[in-house]
């Protein structure tokens, strides 16, 4: 290219340029992208705190960019930036982040969950496609005939009819990670049908395309069939057995050699070029072969983690502020009969799809807010639609006054749909405290039932060991329900699976065996006193608090027992490892939970109670007593350990010097304290080597903090309350230099660095009623 070539370009605003192409497409490049994100980051900021997704951001941004704001405002800086002819090349980088997208889209997916829904899911995806379909058609060809329209205009609406009738399983993805309810009950319902919906809508498109072009020509068609077989053969037969090898060639916990990871990206981009083949869209290709790739660990999972972050960080925004950058406000006139025509279908197809998915959650019982925010939630438009009406345009198959108002109602759905849906659903709303499920309020000779929580298999012994100390008996049995968490990677949907024990196959998920395999020798050990159910959830951490909370109010559990984010090495001296997710998750579990909730803290080597060794050593079990009902319930769970011979226990009661009683509030704690207090001493004979109460008088914290550390190896486990936002004479103080305000003040001390020891340490919070 010769150096004296310019461009002459003309813009819209009378503005002239001569400019060297060579010297100014990169640069201009850049200042696009940074105008994007510039935009983008500033509006998700403050429409982030009514709740907003980021895809409205992303939208707005085209607005401010485009005609509406940059063109009117800063007129020359639109005319240089987004007038350019480089926006040829934005639009590249975006369409092929856009391939990128469907094809990871395609690897989180499960086609096999279509076969697994239950009938709530099947009809409400069904009707979510079908009625809105078979309502814009006969709308479709009522303004028809009204508007008289021509044969272009007719084939525009059916186009706009169809995109629009469907609902798309990456969009409905999308909007319940971004509200938070992926992994609640109105959220994996949402996903099932949504898969459905899509099933549906994609098999009405390909069929739809294919007829479009055997009417074009025979030969064509019979090559594109041709070309689509061999495709999908070579897709199922080659590709998917292919990536299963890779994953068994891959060690657990080891990743995946990078030559394959090439490879396959160099499969997405043959994908593509030959989806132009036969006609279908450019993201047809990578999308069919994403489906191909095992979900979850090692491959699936490596997939996401490469490349979901510049996807999803750099490449949507651009497409998504290209395709609103491309719907000019001043086409929305509605002079004309054809858009008339096409606001009219669109509103009828809008408001049958809302009406439609209500009848099935509501014929299953299901709350009236909660129907109508699945309503919603099946209405809503993302990104898949935008493309397709981007395609559309660009192709010249709908006008720019079409594309410029369904744009409109993306927009406006957008924004519209997740208000109303924080609105309609709080999936806390099911855990409120209605009834008491905690220990205290437990018949005691009855079943207790409890929620142990495994993050990883090395927790299984201390939980065992803990639920050995509980002393289950046949009079006095125990259920366990053992939930394994999994963080979710790889997968768009989660995956929870309850575990037949009495099965030889225990599950396809290996990474569970363990767990399933400890539990079930615990309860062999226990024949009679005890029975276990094992689950695994497979979700994001953000969101597996919903899994373990609804799990407990299900199986209807008076106790929650959650690991401690930090792993301690085999002496108990050092951390060997810190996990904040796992702290947030247990943080929102106490806050939710519709029961009682215990973190438990492992230093060091887990003594095992049924081994022969240690049934004849002492198992020495201190409960730090300062009163409250947190420390009432912890007491509770200790009473329960005195029938055991090996297991000495300690109440040791620390009373403050100064404490008062003018608070009526407090002073009913102290009748609580005083006859829990009371049938410790009179009713567990105290004094037989099995029970001793100590009362620890003290005047502040520190001096609380002194006595506990003199007693750091005298004890094999310490059970706590919470205590959380107590103010006491006993804990004055400690506060202001706790580290983990989920422990309490007590067992932030006990779970410290500083703090010495190798014993276990229970944290128990009763049961929140409000």
Known sequence: MSENWKLNFTMPFDVHFSLPVQNYTIPVLEIEMLAIFAVTQITHFFLSFAGLPKLV??????????????????????????????????????????SMFMFLIGVKMDPSIVFKTGTK????????????????????????????????????????????SLTSFPVIACLLGDLKILSSELGRLALSSAIVSDVFGTFLTSVTTMAKVMDHSIPIF???????????????????????????????????????????????????????????????????????????????STLVKKFDVITNGVFMPIFTTICMLKASPHDLKFSTPLEKANAVVVSVIVISKFLFVLIPPLFCKLPLKDSIALSLIMSYKGVVEMATYSFARDSKVIDFEVYAFVMATILFTSITVPLLV???????????????????????????RILACANRSDNSAAIINLLDTSCPTKENPIAVYVLHLIELVGRASPVFI?????????????????VILSFTHFQRENEGATSVSVFTAISPTTYMHDDICTLALNKLTSLIILPF?????????????????????????????????????????????NSAASK???????????????????????????????????VINFIGVSENGDDDENHWDRVLDNEMLKEIVQNNVVGNGHVRYVEEMVRDGTQTAQKIRAMANDYELFVVGRRYNVKSTQTVGLDQWSEFPELGVVGDLLASSDFVSKSQVLVIQQQQTS
């Open 222 to 300: 019979i090559r594109d069939l041709t070309l689509l077989i061999m495709y999908l053969f070579f897709v199922v037969y080659v590709a998917r057995p292919a990536m299963l090898w890779v994953v068994k060639q891959t060690p657990e916990g080891r990743p995946v050699k990078k030559v394959y990871i090439s490879l396959i990206i160099l499969l997405v981009l043959a994908s593509g070029l030959l989806s132009n083949f036969y006609h279908f869209t450019l993201v047809f290709g990578p999308f069919i072969l994403g489906l191909a790739v095992p979900d979850g660990p090692p491959l699936g």
């Open 57 to 98: 951001s992303e939208l707005l941004a085209g607005v401010f960019l485009g005609d509406a704001v940059a063109a009117t405002f800063i007129e020359k800086y639109a005319s240089i930036v987004f007038r350019f002819v480089n926006q040829e090349i934005l639009g590249t980088i975006s369409l092929f982040g856009y």
């Open 121 to 164: 899911a099947f009809y409400t995806g069904a009707l979510a496609m079908l009625a809105p379909l078979l309502f814009g058609t006969i709308a479709q060809l009522a303004v028809g005939q009204i508007w008289n329209l021509h044969k272009q205009g007719h084939l525009q609406i059916v186009f706009v009819l169809t995109t629009h």
């Open 498 to 514: 309850s575990h037949q024990l009495q099965k030889k196959t225990l599950t396809n998920y290996s990474y569970s065996e363990n």
């Open 565 to 609: 984010h930090r792993k301690w090495s085999a002496d108990g001296s050092t951390v060997e490892s810190e996990d904040q997710t796992i702290r947030s998750l247990n943080c929102s579990v106490l806050e939710t939970a519709p029961c009682s909730v215990s973190i438990l803290v492992t230093r060091g080597h887990v003594k095992n109670l």
């Open 422 to 448: 924080n609105v309609l659903y709080d999936p806390k709303r099911k855990y409120g405290g209605y009834q008491k499920r905690n220990l205290m309020h437990s018949q005691y000779e009855s079943e207790i």
């Open 616 to 650: 004849s050593e002492t198992y020495r079990v201190a409960m730090i007593y300062m009163g409250g009902k947190d420390d009432r319930e912890a007491l509770t769970f200790c009473k329960r350990m005195v029938k055991d011979s090996c297991i000495k226990l300690s």
